[in-house]
């Protein structure tokens, strides 16, 4: 089974560029990589999916190397609404996505 | 588009008694749907994947006699909470992954799930 490994916690100002890097190493040939961010008492909210190389959308930006060993999703100019728990994942057994701890990102003004 | 909805939000119920949650698609079909328990402070974890017309497949650990789901339709699921107990008390949220897409999964917006 794939698995991810994020950094527990970042902080950051707003304004700033924010990068989370997440490892998998034992990414498969048909796993996709996608990041959700959640607020506290809601459900995960799709950001960005890619396959490889970089993929951007009105949100963030995805960079994802040649080996697909990890991803890191970029989040420009921050601001204090980012305040939330990003968690990146990989499609496992085609299906079943299986969170990690995710990564919380605190924004300070 | 792809917006998921669970349909309480919240609800508060004593102990022994069952609690019926439902998960709907709202603007693509979904054969498959996925239930996610979340205690405070801590990851979603998956408790069961449902399959549209068939049986689900529990996680181990989750008794399947105890969190009955039901996926009657390409647009509807339903998790029962049966003779619930204060541990169950969390929050319960639901995914659906688009008939022929890609992994992607759109999540609902939670059930709050408290046992007094």
């Known amino acids: 089974l794939a698995k991810t490994t994020q950094p527990i916690s970042m902080d950051s100002y707003e304004g700033q560029e924010v990068n989370i890097t997440c490892s998998h190493n034992n990414i498969a040939t048909n796993d996709y990589i996608t990041w959700y961010q959640q607020f506290p008492s809601q459900g995960p909210r799709f950001i960005i999916q890619g396959y490889k190389t970089k993929v951007t959308n009105e949100v963030a930006s995805l960079f994802i190397p040649a080996d697909r060993k990890s991803s890191t999703l970029s989040l420009p100019r921050v601001s204090l609404s980012d305040t939330a728990v990003y968690y990146c994942?990989?499609?496992?057994?085609?299906?079943?996505?299986?969170f990690g701890a995710g990564t919380i990102l605190r924004v300070k003004s | 588009g792809a917006v998921v909805s669970q349909h309480p939000s919240w609800v508060i119920c004593k102990s022994g008694t069952s609690v019926k949650i439902e998960c709907r698609s709202l603007d693509f079909q979904a054969t498959t749907m996925f239930w996610y328990r979340q205690f405070p402070k801590q990851s979603l974890m998956l408790m069961a994947t449902s399959n549209e017309g068939s049986k689900a497949t529990y996680e181990q650990g989750v008794e399947k006699d105890k969190f009955l789901i039901n996926h009657a339709s390409l647009t509807l699921s339903t998790l029962t909470v049966t003779s619930a107990h204060p541990e169950d008390s969390s929050f319960y949220i639901c995914?659906?992954?688009?008939?022929?897409?890609?992994?992607?999964?759109?999540f609902g917006p939670g059930t709050r799930l408290t046992v007094l």
């Open positions: 994942l990989v499609g496992e057994d085609g299906n079943k996505l299986v």
């Open positions: 995914s659906a992954r688009e008939a022929g897409g890609s992994d992607t999964q759109y």
